[in-house]
């Protein structure tokens, strides 16, 4: 399947892309993590266990066990905070 992969804020800046085009043969959103850390380099540092970022599937929030339906827009991205 062919995701459409939006990355923002420090994320974007580290891996030096605002979005891609992906084809993917994975499930669920921990598949498509583990794929990225494949990558390594800054890949593997920014997505690894214990770092904060969050995903959403058609801009919904979801956890990492969450399936990708075919031609899903996913987003990666730091929390936000408010103040």
Not at 28 to 45: K, M, N
């Amino acid at each position: 399947m062919t995701l459409r992969v939006l990355y923002f804020a420090r994320l974007r800046e580290r891996f030096g892309v605002a979005e891609e085009s992906i084809e993917f043969e994975g499930v669920s959103v921990a598949d498509l993590i583990a794929t990225l850390q494949a990558r390594g380099g800054v890949w593997a540092e920014e997505l690894a266990a214990g770092r904060a970022f969050r995903v959403a599937v058609n801009q919904e929030v979801v956890a990492l066990e969450a399936a990708i339906p075919d031609a899903a827009e996913v987003a990666i991205f730091p929390p936000v905070t408010g103040g």
